[in-house]
T-cell receptor, first 115, second 113 residues
Framework: GQQLNQSPQSMFIQEGEDVSMNCTSSSIFNTWLWYKQEPGEGPVLLIALYKAGELTSNGRLTAQFGITRKDSFLNISASIPSDVGIYFCAGRSDAGGTSYGKLTFGQGTILTVHP | GAGVSQSPRYKVAKRGQDVALRCDPISGHVSLFWYQQALGQGPEFLTYFQNEAQLDKSGLPSDRFFAERPEGSVSTLKIQRTQQEDSAVYLC???????????FGNGTRLTVT
């Protein structure tokens, strides 16, 4: 089963507001990734984090890789209606025999943005 | 093609039927993954191929699930004697190499009645 706890489960916000979501794990991951999934589509990669403590931005998105390597957060600034979707965190161990990069996903955060 | 292509997009099967789901990865991508996504959940790993070799099948839920990639490109996920709990979206993803970002297809939604 999944090892990642993602919160909140859902968010309802007004356009222009900032959004924050996070992910915690009982296991250490060497890579953290954030994906967005829209209805009827597969997940699309937003941000990848490769080093503990790393802070990375992609436009209005900012994500951080926790120092303990057991957590990550994603912030979206000045939300717009097209930000609507489900956001997933994912961790990759890159350890030993699983170095090919199998991902473990969180349960997702459903984001709704009201115009 | 430009992205990972999966077919069919939707599949309805009666309990007990066998189904076959197809994945066409991005041309030249060495790594191929299958994930299962239940309603309201994140994707869960099923199996991994590097070229034609199935290197990890630890996520396959039972021996009714079987995947193959005989020529190192197209892959098929087969589910025998489908059960209602098999209802989910089955996602295929590919990447150029080991540890590189995955590109997901749009999935096949399987409904077992």
């Amino acid at each position: 089963g999944q090892q990642l706890n993602q919160s909140p489960q859902s968010m309802f916000i007004q356009e222009g507001e900032d959004v924050s979501m996070n992910c915690t794990s009982s296991s250490i991951f060497n890579t953290w990734l954030w994906y967005k999934q829209e209805p009827g589509e597969g997940p699309v990669l937003l941000i990848a984090l490769y080093k503990a403590g790393e802070l990375t931005s992609n436009g209005r998105l900012t994500a951080q890789f926790g120092i303990t390597r057991k957590d990550s957060f994603l912030n979206i600034s000045a939300s717009i209606p097209s930000d609507v979707g489900i956001y997933f965190c994912a961790g990759r161990s890159d350890a030993g025999g699983t170095s090919y990069g199998k991902l473990t996903f969180g349960q997702g955060t459903i984001l709704t943005v009201h115009p | 093609g430009a992205g990972v292509s999966q077919s069919p997009r939707y599949k309805v099967a009666k309990r007990g039927q066998d189904v076959a789901l197809r994945c066409d990865p991005i041309s030249g991508h060495v790594s191929l993954f299958w994930y299962q996504q239940a309603l309201g959940q994140g994707p869960e790993f099923l199996t991994y191929f590097q070229n034609e070799a199935q290197l990890d099948k630890s996520g396959l839920p039972s021996d009714r699930f079987f995947a193959e990639r005989p020529e190192g490109s197209v892959s098929t996920l087969k589910i025998q004697r489908t059960q209602q709990e098999d209802s989910a979206v089955y996602l295929c993803a590919s990447s150029q190499g080991v540890g590189v970002s995955l590109h997901f297809g749009n999935g096949t939604r399987l409904t077992v009645t």
